[in-house]
């Protein structure tokens, strides 16, 4: 009788954690394959690519990386749409942020549950380990987990293992746990060591996670988005431009988003069918979204904020274009604002 091959999937974020735990099943002659989920709060591959000041960081995605350095094929699942009432309505509450990351790793752990069972996987591999994160990895919190992503002991945390009770990939011997680790807290140096050991020079170490909800400025964006629309709704276009230019309130009722870089400017021009928008034409400047709705006064306004941050800064008077959205472009001479008269709570 020809013994069936294990097979395993890890799910892969692209920093280092991930990586390693896919590595150390992998050694031990199991299968492995990779999943990745896209929530649209990702970190990797965005702005790195549009930014001149992150030009020196890699512009890749790093789940895809992470997989071609161990050669192992990758699954990408979006998951946009399904994911926001994980970020709307967290049954266990956000962390610092905005960040409901005990509800996000139950539902990715759910995810990947129907994804293994659908194609004949035998368990689940994450990276996680016990004390690193304040919310979603800790002792208490890691059964939760299982509970909630319906997984029970096929899921296997390779770099805590030790710490934690024998999981069914060790009981029927497709593991052997004395391979395994007992990692624990935030300290990196354990996974930094075992990173060298097993021959890997390079990975990547996203900032907070990899995910804009742990931001703090992030999140501060997004409860003001909420709050000014009255409702917790978003679409994926929402929230990439969060991620983009200077965000000021002006006024209650509208926002202006300017760029801060021609990489900026570039990007935000493939949203000017669906916003109202300004344009400084006198002086190299930034282009400017507006969402809401602008008065006369409103327009005026805006432009000047606009010339504020243009070359033109310190002239008497800039040309601006303003395209109100669906109706009919028209030019203003506006002095701009001086910096004082730009006011602090108007940063969002």
């Known amino acids: 009788m020809v013994n069936k091959q294990i097979k395993a999937v890890a799910l892969i974020s692209g920093g ?37 000041h992150h030009k020196a960081k890699p512009k890749r995605n790093n789940a895809l990386w992470s997989a071609e350095q161990l050669g192992i094929k990758l699954h990408i699942d979006d998951v946009s749409e399904p994911y926001k009432d994980v970020v709307i309505n967290p049954k266990y509450g956000y962390g610092a942020n905005l960040n409901p990351c005990l509800d996000c790793k139950g539902f990715m752990v759910g995810r990947a549950r129907r994804w293994m069972e659908e194609n004949d996987f035998d368990f689940l591999i994450t990276g996680e ?39 069914l ?11 395994l680790f007992d990692f624990s807290g935030r300290s990196r140096k354990p996974q930094i060591e075992l990173a060298t050991k097993l021959g890997f020079d390079e990975w990547s170490q996203p900032a907070g ?24 709704e978003y679409e994926l276009d929402d929230i990439m431009l969060l991620k983009i230019g200077r965000h000021l309130r002006p006024r209650p009722h509208f926002k202006l988003i300017v760029s801060r870089e021609e990489g900026e400017n570039n990007f935000l021009r493939g949203y000017r069918k669906q916003f109202s928008h300004f344009e400084v034409r006198s002086h190299p400047g930034p282009l400017t979204l507006v969402d809401g709705e602008l008065t006369e006064a409103d327009v005026e306004l805006a432009a000047r904020i606009v010339g504020r ?8 008077q800039v040309t601006v274009d303003y395209v109100p959205l669906g109706g009919q472009a028209r030019q203003l001479q506006v002095q701009p604002l001086t910096p004082d008269q730009i006011e602090k709570q108007w940063y969002i």
């Not at 990939?169 to 391979?179: D, F, L």
């Not at 941050?309 to 008497?316: A, T, V």
Request: with cysteine.
């Open 16 to 52: 280092l954690d991930s990586m390693l735990a896919a590595k150390v099943v992998m050694d031990q002659g199991v299968e492995v394959q990779g999943l990745n989920f896209f929530t649209g709060f990702c970190v990797e591959g965005h702005t790195h690519a549009i930014r001149k």
């Open 129 to 167: 380990v016990i004390g690193q994160r304040p919310m979603s990895q800790r002792r208490d919190t890691m059964p939760v987990i299982q509970r909630d992503g319906g997984i029970g002991d096929r899921l296997l945390r390779p770099l805590c293992a030790k710490l934690l009770p024998e999981t």
């Open 169 to 179: 990939p060790e009981r029927e011997g497709w593991v052997n746990r004395e391979q």
């Open 209 to 232: 996670g990899c995910c804009f909800l742990t931001d703090e400025s992030y999140s501060t964006k997004l409860a003001d988005l909420w709050q000014a629309r009255g409702s917790k």
């Open 309 to 316: 941050f243009s070359q033109g800064r310190g002239e008497l």
